[in-house]
């Protein structure tokens, strides 16, 4: 199995700070990678997908970048809204790996 | 918008059974993969089981292969997860995902919407 790896496993953050998340392969996936947003007692949101393409009606804030093993979601502006644990995911080969999470709390 | 409603969570004994099902609305259901997904408590996403369009071809995590056994009724847009033999590690909330498809191109493993999810769990 492909095993993701996140880090940081938390972070803390203010209102308006750029926030970047990576998300490392144990082997390459191309670019098949997936971002979800999970807030607290509810269900995953899908972000982006094919490591860079943001989800139709999300805003722009949100970007993802790489390919093979490496790869990062950024949050340009950190919003009251995206407080939230984030995972990343592989569709690369089965079965589909998630990463640890990333937990974003507030400063 | 798409809704996806599981149902059939609750609290069963180590060994037992139980059926979920999740209720499909506002998509063409018989066009989509579909999916199983669990989180346990306070731990992160595990995929479960997906099944083909057409209900013809199904996988399975290698915890839960033998075990359980995912089906779909086209008819009734409804998904199911038929668990059997549960165990401890099995206690988690299960989530219903459609598959995601972008433009004509569908794809196994990417899920785009979520129900909100029905707890199970198996005490020992």
């Known amino acids: 199995d492909i095993q993701m790896t996140q880090s940081p496993s938390s972070l803390s953050a203010s209102v308006g700070d750029r926030v970047t998340i990576t998300c490392r392969a144990s082997?390459?996936?191309?670019?098949?990678l997936n971002w979800y947003q999970q807030k607290p007692g509810k269900a995953p949101k899908f972000l982006i997908y094919?490591?860079?393409t943001l989800q139709s009606g999300l805003p722009s804030r949100f970007s993802g970048s790489g390919s093979g093993t490496d790869f990062t979601l950024t949050i340009s502006s950190l919003q009251p809204e995206d407080f939230a644990s984030y995972y990343c995911?592989?569709?690369?080969?089965?079965?589909?790996?998630f990463g640890q999470g990333t937990k974003v709390e507030i400063k | 918008e798409v809704q996806l409603l599981e149902s059939g969570g609750g609290l069963v004994q180590s060994g037992g059974s139980l059926r979920l099902s999740c209720a499909a609305s506002a998509f063409t259901f018989s066009n989509y993969v579909m999916n199983w997904v669990r989180q346990a408590p306070g731990k992160g996403l595990e995929w479960v089981s997906s099944?083909?369009?057409?209900?013809?071809?199904?996988f399975y995590a290698d915890s839960v292969k033998g075990r359980f056994s995912i089906s779909r009724d086209n008819s009734k847009n409804t998904l199911f997860l038929l668990m059997n033999s549960l165990r401890g590690e099995d206690t988690a909330v299960y989530y219903c995902?459609?598959?995601?498809?972008?433009?004509?191109?569908?794809?196994?493993?990417?899920?785009?919407?979520w129900g909100q999810g029905t707890l199970v769990t198996v005490s020992s």
């Open positions: 099944i083909s369009s057409s209900g013809d071809f199904t």
């Open positions: 995911q592989q569709s690369y080969s089965s079965p589909p790996t």
């Open positions: 082997q390459s996936i191309s670019r098949s």
């Open positions: 094919a490591a860079s």
């Open positions: 995902a459609k598959g995601f498809c972008d433009g004509g191109t569908c794809s196994w493993y990417l899920f785009d919407y």
